[in-house]
Each structure stands twice: as C-alpha cells, then as structure tokens.
C-alpha cells in the first residue's frame, strides 16, 4: 500500500512560485506514473503534469513552459515546481501514483491511477 501526501500549496499573487511535493511512503519503487492533477470549483479534475520512472513526462498545454515536475527516488518525493503563476492556476492540486509498468508518456487518465493524496489549495490572486 502507498500513502500519498502533498505540500507546498498557498496564497501567491500572480507572476510569483510555488513548489508542490508529495510524499510517498509505502514502496515507492513499486511505482511508475506519479502525476499532478488539478481541480477548481465547478470543473472536472484535471492532469496538469506527470512523470514516469523512465523520466517520461507529460505537461497540460496551460502550463507548458511554466511547470515542471520531477521525481526524487532517493526521498521518494515528486515534485511541482510552479512559475508565472496566473489566477486561472488558482485550484486543488492533488498528487496521484501507478504502479502499472509501461513506456512513454505518462497516461493522463485518472482511472488510471490507483493512488491519491488529499490534496493542497494553490490560490493565485490578481
């Protein structure tokens, strides 16, 4: 069993950083997709990055350029390094793992992650 818990969310005006990171206790060399997902109120959740064990990663379009995720085996810890941050960043970010093994970019479906942190607010104001 793999428990998930993110940090590192806040209040930051517009332009400014955060850095997000989600600690996996459990194996987490059992683990392969670790992925970013989001949710504002009145919308459906969404992946915003993922990483694989291969260093395959995805990125939403919305944030190319601005966000970079990585993974830390050592401290078993993925991270979300986040940049020019606008207001329409402003959401529940919550952290997500598989274990299933595959090649190549990280699959973005949620259906496809079996495990979830419980999230941490990012309010980004104008």
């Known amino acids: 069993q793999v428990r998930l818990m993110e940090s590192g969310g806040g209040s930051v005006q517009a332009g400014g950083s955060l850095r997000l990171s989600c600690a996996a206790s459990g194996s987490f060399s059992s683990l392969n997709a670790l992925g970013w997902y989001r949710q504002a109120p009145g919308k459906e959740r969404a992946m915003v990055a993922a990483i694989t064990v291969g260093s395959d990663t995805y990125y939403a379009d919305s944030v190319k350029g601005r966000f970079t995720v990585s993974r830390d085996n050592v401290k078993s810890t993925v991270n979300l390094q986040m940049d020019s941050l606008k207001p329409e960043d402003t959401a529940m970010y919550y952290c997500?793992?598989?274990?299933?093994?595959?090649?190549?970019?990280?699959?973005?479906?949620?259906?496809?992650?079996?495990?979830w942190g419980q999230g941490t607010q990012v309010t980004v104001s104008s």
């Open positions: 997500a793992a598989s274990r299933e093994f595959y090649i190549g970019t990280p699959r973005q479906d949620a259906r496809d992650y079996e495990f």
